[in-house]
């Protein structure tokens, strides 16, 4: 299994409030994509973006609030 530093953003949809709660973590997983999935339940919809040296960035909308996971592979 590929090991990952995840940095978790929750955008905050309150006006005039430009805060977000960010959660760091390892993790380990072998498709970032089912890992968002497995976290998240339910039916998120999602769009996933994938960068040079395996980065993938997963942006999660779960009953209108958008969630990114931004996944580094850690070597």
Request: charged share 30%; net charge negative.
């Amino acid at each position: 299994m590929a090991e990952y530093e995840l940095v978790r953003e929750i955008l905050n949809q309150c006006p005039n409030n430009q805060m977000r709660d960010i959660f760091f973590d390892e993790i380990e997983t072998d498709d970032p994509v089912a890992y968002v999935r497995q976290f998240l339940k339910g039916e998120p919809e999602l769009s996933v973006e994938r960068k040079s040296g395996g980065c993938v960035t997963v942006f999660a909308l779960v009953d209108g609030m958008t969630q990114k996971f931004l996944f580094t592979p850690i070597d």
